[in-house]
Nanobody, 126 residues
Framework: QVQLVESGGGLVQPGGSLRLSCAATGFNLDFYAIGWFRQAPGKEREGVACIKGRDSSTSYVDPVEGRFTISRENGKKIVHLQMNNLKPEDTAVYYC???????????????????WGQGTQVTVSS
């Protein structure tokens, strides 16, 4: 049974940092891509970053490039999203998601993802 569990959300001041974690069970992460998505109140869910399990290649959306880093913990089925220099506009519920990937690069298109976690709240406010 595929399961994704996020952790690490919370309240942080602008300019601060948080690290989110996504623990995956029920599948071999080497054959999947993991993506982080976020959804702010009244907005569409959007992709933030993704990583390909086999080779740890990554992709980011422009607003987080250089501030967020997605990584896979060595030898484990855990993917982190390190978020630095957080801004109020980063406030959202953050979800991790997974899909089976072959030779292509990972995508941040929501329609590709088959499995989703329950989400964790990130609030950036002074």
């Amino acid at each position: 049974q595929v399961q994704l569990v996020e952790s690490g959300g919370g309240l942080v001041q602008p300019g601060g940092s948080l690290r989110l974690s996504c623990a995956a069970t029920g599948f071999n992460l080497d054959f999947y891509a993991i993506g982080w998505f976020r959804q702010a109140p009244g907005k569409e869910r959007e992709g933030v970053a993704c990583i390909k399990g086999r080779d740890s290649s990554t992709s980011y959306v422009d607003p987080v490039e250089g501030r967020f880093t997605i990584s896979r913990e060595n030898g484990k089925k855990i993917v982190h999203l390190q978020m630095n220099n957080l801004k109020p506009e980063d406030t959202a519920v953050y979800y991790c998601a997974a899909y089976r990937i072959f030779f292509e690069s990972c995508t941040l298109s929501r329609s590709y993802y088959d499995y989703w976690g329950q989400g964790t709240q990130v609030t950036v406010s002074s």
